[in-house]
């Protein structure tokens, strides 16, 4: 084998960022099954209430881009590993195309 190949395979930090990325896999199906219990939620509280639970569409905000940064991180698009360690992702704010004169 190539000698960089038995490097990688001795690398310490490879096979922990294999095992975070299993346990964010993991994680990530646990916070799909969550958004989808939140979605029926949402349904059923329109049904009533004519409107979403303000309270869920905050937290399904923050819920939604850790689910992205979960998917990130999987995919080797980020190094950053998600919550916990690193902070909750806030909710952010859309970007106004028009500046205020």
């Known amino acids: 084998m190539d000698e960089k190949v ?6 310490e930090s490879r096979w922990l960022r294999l095992l975070f990325m299993v346990l964010f896999y993991m994680l990530a199906h ?15 509280h329109g049904f009533i209430k004519s409107e979403p639970n303000a309270r869920l569409l905050d937290f399904t905000a923050g819920l939604n ?12 698009n980020a190094d950053t590993k998600p ?19």
Not at 6 to 11: M, Y
Not at 30 to 44: D, H, K, N, R
Not at 65 to 76: A, C, L, M, P, S
Not at 83 to 101: A, I, L, Q, R
């Open 6 to 11: 038995l490097d990688n395979l001795k690398s």
């Open 30 to 44: 646990i916070v799909g099954l969550l958004i989808l219990l939140i979605a029926i939620i949402q349904v059923v």
């Open 65 to 76: 881009q850790y689910f992205y940064q979960i998917i990130q991180f999987v995919t080797y």
């Open 83 to 101: 919550y916990p360690f690193s902070d909750w992702p806030g909710e952010k704010k859309p970007v106004n195309d028009e500046e205020d004169v």
